[in-house]
């Protein structure tokens, strides 16, 4: 059985708001993802997910760093390479962390 996987998810070269709509989107579904979890382990269960609430902040917080950057780039009429490759890779599960 494999028990890991790399594909690249981005790779190009692209315009600043380009890359800014690519890296926003990919960005806020992430948040959305983790505001959900959230959510819903508040409502069926009463418990916090503090991890998640650490990653949101985490994420808003690159949201700020990306939009500056390319604003930089933008200013400066550039473009941006974007090199993302995912490493997917199989781990043992962890029960004690689990909400649900």
Known sequence: MTTTLNFDLIKGTFKA????RVLMTLINDK???????????HEKY????PDSIKRVKELNEALLKITEFLNQIDANNSEIQILGSID???VDKKIENEVF
């Open 17 to 20: 708001a380009d890359a800014k």
């Open 31 to 41: 948040i959305g993802f983790h505001e959900l979890e959230i959510f819903s382990a």
């Open 46 to 49: 009463g418990k916090d997910l």
């Open 88 to 90: 997917l890779v199989a």
